[in-house]
């Protein structure tokens, strides 16, 4: 499968959250297809160690420490790419979070960091890289780490009510941006990934719940998807010839009970 991205070999992306789960994934496969791969997060040390097990690999990954939600660290992460790398080609915003709230009597705070991560951090590194492409005439591609939650919210689960939210947002503005192109007659494409249950990070504080024995036994039971699952997605998308716009891929494991 990897073979698939020879085209986009030596050229620049940019993965936010590659420090675990998808986004190191994403990072890892783009690394072995032959990109030049910036990895963001902020525990940057976890990056470095994939980038030592990738040197040998025939691309490179460079470790880049920021916080999505801050928009200073967005602009110094692209200006450190322009300056040492080059201009951008690929961008997959996959940083995202999860945090325990609901709706009916939510944590403000909470409410705005799952907002500022997964929909305005986006936003901005969105902006950015679109500026580069322009500038630089790039047929590049844009992709958004959404979740099968951002297509309907099918079941309640417990304490994440803010989440899917924040999912359709993001398949909203990729709709929308995907106009813009079209007025502008801008040759970017942009889409989004919908996984199902994944086996990573965010999903953690869920097989814990303890508020609700039969939904975390459900829980605990439902097939999941790896991340490299995910990753290939993002394989396949860029391997696809330019005039193809993928609009959203929606990956769900086997049997899945939500």
């Known amino acids: 499968m990897l073979s698939l991205l020879e085209r986009w070999v030596n050229k620049i992306a940019i993965v936010t959250g590659a420090s675990s789960g998808i986004g190191a994934a994403i990072a890892q496969k783009l690394v072995q297809g032959g990109l030049i791969v910036v990895g963001i997060a902020r525990h940057v040390e976890v990056i470095q160690t994939i980038s030592e097990k990738l040197k040998n690999a025939k ?100 304490f994440l009510n803010m989440y899917p939210a924040s999912k359709f947002a993001i398949r909203a503005l990729t709709e929308t941006l995907r106009q813009e192109f079209v007025a502008e007659k801008v040759p970017i494409r942009v889409c989004t990934i919908s996984p199902g249950f994944t086996d990573t990070e965010i999903i953690k504080p869920l097989s814990q719940y303890k508020g609700n024995a039969s939904f975390a036994k459900a829980f605990e039971e439902t097939p999941k998807l790896k991340s490299e699952d995910i990753a290939d997605a993002v394989v396949y998308i860029l391997s696809t010839p330019h005039h193809v716009q993928i609009q959203d891929i929606m990956i769900r494991p086997l049997g899945e009970r939500f």
Not at 75 to 90: I, Y
């Open 59 to 158: 691309g490179k990954l460079h470790p880049f420490k920021a916080d999505v939600t801050k928009e200073n660290d967005i602009l110094a992460l692209f200006e450190f790419v322009k300056t040492k790398l080059g201009p951008v080609h690929v961008l997959v915003n996959n940083a995202g979070i999860a945090r325990s709230t609901n709706l009916s009597n939510g944590d403000t705070s909470k409410w705005k960091e799952i907002l500022d991560t997964n929909v305005l951090g986006p936003c901005i590194a969105t902006r950015e890289a679109i500026r580069v492409m322009k500038k630089h005439s790039i047929q590049g591609q844009i992709i958004h780490i959404s979740s099968i939650l951002g297509h309907y919210v099918g079941v309640n689960i417990p």
